[in-house]
């Protein structure tokens, strides 16, 4: 079936790790995102890219990083500059990067501190 | 840049009534407007989206409605179901800003019996 995988679901971070985070679809999908969500907020935007090797920093991109060398995968680093990373992180795709394009998401990674 | 409010934070109707939820937007160039459904451990599931050229979309159950004047967009829920319960977010991509969505923060919606 096609969609985007996020694994692990759930993942656990010592102080000082990193740790990265995968998301893998076969939508043939040129854009992908990643979202970070806490408990009564809404999603925000850590980073997307629009295609292959190119990304842009979102709204909360401090603390992580990402690569985008092949199409199908968009792994997030959280960096141990990340200070509060306790949270639900959601990978994202659309068909392309313009606007009014449907995102459609994962089914995400829990992220604790040990 | 874009900023959207949800409204309510909780809302629990009886299985066949109807459940509204409401957002405003702040920019007026936004364009575009999804509305998805997150179950317990899920990721968000898109359920309905609408664009800046049309007022109203139906599908099946479900209605979303578009005001471009008051800035504001509505989801209708009619003969609630049980299956219905989960929290639902609104969202709005501003104009010129690639697929940048900007997400309300949810309205948890509860159906009994």
């Known amino acids: 079936d096609g969609g985007i995988t996020q694994s692990p679901k759930y993942l656990f971070r010592k102080e000082g790790q990193n740790v990265t985070l995968s998301c893998e679809q076969n939508?043939?999908?040129?854009?992908m995102y990643w979202y970070r969500q806490d408990p009564g907020q809404g999603l925000r935007l850590i980073y997307y890219?629009?295609?292959?090797?190119?990304?842009q920093k979102g709204d909360i991109a401090e603390g992580y990083s990402v690569s985008r060398e092949k199409k199908e995968s968009f792994p997030l680093t959280v960096t141990s500059a990340q200070k509060n990373p306790t949270a639900f992180y959601l990978c994202?795709?659309?068909?392309?990067?313009?606007?009014?394009?449907?995102?459609?998401f994962g089914d995400g990674t829990r992220l604790s501190i040990l | 840049g874009e900023n959207v409010e949800q409204h309510p934070s909780t809302l629990s109707v009886q299985e066949g009534d109807s459940a509204v939820i409401k957002c405003t937007y702040s920019d007026s160039a936004s364009n575009y407007f999804p509305w998805y459904k997150q179950e317990l451990g899920k990721g968000p599931q898109l359920i309905i989206d609408?664009?800046?050229?049309?007022g109203e979309k139906k599908d099946q159950r479900i209605a979303v409605t578009l005001n471009k004047t008051a800035k504001h967009f509505s989801l209708h829920i009619t003969e609630t179901q049980p299956e219905d319960s989960a929290v639902y977010f609104c969202a709005g991509l501003q104009a010129g800003t690639a697929s940048k969505l900007t997400f309300g923060t949810g309205t948890r919606l509860q159906v009994t019996l």
């Open positions: 994202a795709s659309s068909i392309t990067g313009a606007t009014n394009q449907p995102q459609h």
């Open positions: 939508l043939n999908h040129d854009a």
């Open positions: 890219s629009q295609i292959v090797n190119d990304f």
């Open positions: 609408i664009r800046s050229n049309v």
